[in-house]
């Protein structure tokens, strides 16, 4: 998967919804934190046409869960947070705790079966509304 996005090698890349209100606002706080410490992420709203065809997943499947490129590797849901904020000087002591093997497990079956999919829920509810 490492050829998959045009970026440069340091990069973190990472692929949300900009238009759920719940992933914009903590993901909009993640980019305005990168922004002031001018680390090398990359925040792509997988509503945007061409940043989503880089990415090379369906709009579906991204809409699902969060996504983060790293070294080449594709991660989503709770491996792909804590990828992310282990790029965060602020959010790495969050990315060791979550790595611990009972919060891990705990935090991935929370986001896999409870976040995710009510967020991916509102996200169809907001799109049949749209479509009305």
Known sequence: MSGM???????????????????????????????????????????????????????NRAARRLHVLKNGELLQGIPAFIALWEEMPRYRKLATFVRLP???????????????PVIYWTHLRRLRRAAG
């Open 5 to 59: 996005i045009d970026t440069p090698d340091k990069e973190t890349c990472v692929l949300y919804n900009a238009e759920c209100p719940v992933c914009s606002y903590e993901i909009d706080h993640y980019a305005a934190y990168t922004a002031r410490e001018d680390l090398p992420i990359r925040f792509d709203d997988l509503n945007n046409a061409a940043a989503l065809s880089s990415w090379d997943i369906d709009p």
């Open 102 to 116: 009972g919060v891990f497990h705990l935090a991935c079956a929370m986001y896999d079966h409870v976040l995710a």
